[in-house]
């Protein structure tokens, strides 16, 4: 079972977009997925037309087993499950920090999953916190969603920066391009200039799209009610790319 992790220091660049269509693609493929939205805004939750429970023990589901388990979600896509988020989520970070080894604490959660999954996608929150620690110790690869601008690239430096830091292993840091408009001489240049050979950034590009806004409306992945849109083919390339990434096959 791989896990890989949709993460950005910022908030609004795409991350949950970006998990729901790949949960998607990769169930289309075959895996057998679960998306675990792990925000208390709960927005992969309602992309993919599921609700939050009526109540949650987020100690409890920080165990892992069969309560975990029981807090699953079936979609509408065959192979993808939701683990769906909860307005108490906002305590993950103080549930993290009573566990003793704080760092890795979301392990007990990931591992009852083993089996049962060949692929978890994490939609995190913005920010960097006890629960990204988390995200970066467990995860395959954490891939960020970035915007071609100055902004953006900075917030993908300062994560590359608390890797270095934190000796994590660089190798699982991986971004891509979102909301790209190439009508912006500064996207086209930003884009233009992490181009080279080793660059962290993968080759896929998300497109500012129109289309992908409507996921709101349809409660589905863009590939469900857009197949042939350039968003959605979009999508298609960076599940291709992150799969050979993650070595699933
Ligand atoms: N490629 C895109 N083109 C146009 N709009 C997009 C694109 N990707 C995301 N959006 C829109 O931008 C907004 C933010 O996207 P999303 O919720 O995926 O970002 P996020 O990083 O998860 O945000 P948050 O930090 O709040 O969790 C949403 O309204 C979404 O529809
Ligand atoms: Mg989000």
Redesign the pocket.
């Known amino acids: 079972m791989k896990i890989l992790s949709i993460y950005?220091l910022?908030?609004?660049?795409?991350?949950?977009?970006?998990?729901v269509n790949l949960a998607h693609a990769a169930a289309q493929d075959g895996f057998n997925v679960l998306l675990c939205d792990l925000?208390p805004?709960a927005?992969a939750t309602f992309y993919l037309n599921a609700s939050s429970p009526d109540s949650m023990k987020t100690g409890k589901l920080l165990k892992g087993k069969s309560f975990a388990h029981k807090q699953i979600c079936q979609t509408e896509f065959i192979h993808l499950d939701v683990l769906p988020a909860h307005l108490e989520f906002r305590n993950l970070d103080r549930k993290l920090e009573e566990e003793k080894k704080s760092e890795t604490a979301l392990s007990s959660l990931f591992k009852g999953f083993r089996g049962h999954y060949d692929l978890i996608i994490a939609?995190a929150?913005?920010g960097i916190t006890l629960l990204s620690e988390n995200l970066f110790q467990l995860s395959d690869r954490v891939l960020v969603?970035t915007i071609p601008s100055t902004l953006s690239i900075n917030c993908f430096e300062q994560v590359q920066g608390f890797f270095k830091k934190e000796k994590l292993s660089k190798k699982k840091l991986r971004a891509f391009f979102?909301?790209?408009d190439r009508r912006k001489k500064l996207h086209r240049e930003t884009i233009q200039d992490f181009s080279s050979e080793d660059s962290p950034f993968l080759s896929s590009i998300?497109?500012?799209?129109?289309v992908?806004?409507q996921?709101?409306e349809h409660r589905r992945p863009v590939a469900a009610f857009a197949r042939r849109s350039p968003?959605s083919q979009a999508y298609a390339h960076l599940w291709s790319e992150v799969r050979e990434d993650l070595s699933l096959d």
């Open positions: 950005n910022k908030g609004g660049v795409g991350k949950t977009t970006t998990s925000d805004q927005a939609d929150p913005a969603p979102s909301m790209a998300i497109p500012a799209a129109s992908i806004e996921m709101g968003a």
